[in-house]
């Protein structure tokens, strides 16, 4: 059974940017949730997808958006980076007992 | 709005000791309480968890008690190791998102 593996590790990008980060969920595990993690402080709720759906978010703006694929991969989108956007982006896949596993994240930098 | 308050921010424990670190919640909807544990540069991972309906779970050298009355969970960690030096997380949550605390520091002095 593999984990949650995330793309890319670590990422730079200017202010105005688009970036796409992409996660593959636990074998299994159909539902998949996004996080950010600002330096020093405890993830914060993006969204969550279940089976292709959005049916969560967190309180993030509508240039932060998301899909998730048949085979319950997931990417997330952000448009016109912001320099408050530079944090750690967390993957999650929630297993049987609403548990959330979480991936290696990918830390993202916006210049 | 800050629904997860943990303390203490950080925490200096001899080799051997015992680790405790608190946490109180305000909304009474959610019904899973995990702890997760972060290295530097990694993604937090999930250490133990409990649900309302017990009052205490243990896994190991690691033990959650919880009083919903109080509405406050606390984690234990017995004969605390060097290599238990992390920053841990409190978290409550429901069928969609997990609200987090915002960590402890927590030193392990051999």
């Known amino acids: 059974e593999t984990g949650v593996t995330q793309s890319p590790t670590h990422l730079i990008k200017t202010r105005g940017q688009q970036v796409t980060l992409r996660c593959s969920s636990q074998s299994g595990h159909n539902t998949v949730s996004w996080y950010q993690q600002a330096l020093g402080q405890g993830p914060q709720f993006i969204f969550q997808y279940y089976r292709e759906e959005e049916n969560g978010r967190g309180n993030f703006p509508p240039r932060f958006s998301g899909l998730q694929f048949p085979n319950y991969s997931s990417e997330l989108n952000v448009n016109a980076l912001e320099l408050d956007d530079s944090a750690l982006y967390l993957c999650a896949s929630r297993g049987l007992y609403n548990e959330q596993f979480f991936g290696p994240g990918t830390r993202l930098t916006v210049l | 709005q800050q629904q997860v308050k943990q303390s203490p921010q950080s925490l200096i424990v001899q080799k051997g000791g015992i680790s405790i670190i608190n946490c109180a919640y305000e909304?009474?909807?959610?019904?899973?309480f995990p702890w997760y544990q972060q290295f530097p540069g990694k993604g937090p991972a999930l250490l133990i968890a409990?649900?309302?309906?017990?009052s205490e779970k243990k896994e190991g050298r690691f033990t959650i008690s919880f009083n919903k009355s109080a509405k406050q969970f606390s984690l234990h960690i017995m004969d605390s190791q060097p290599g238990d030096s992390a920053t841990y997380f409190c978290a409550v949550g429901g069928a969609q998102k997990l609200v987090f605390g915002q960590g402890t520091r927590l030193t392990i002095n051999p």
């Open positions: 409990i649900r309302p309906d017990v």
């Open positions: 909304n009474t909807a959610f019904d899973y």
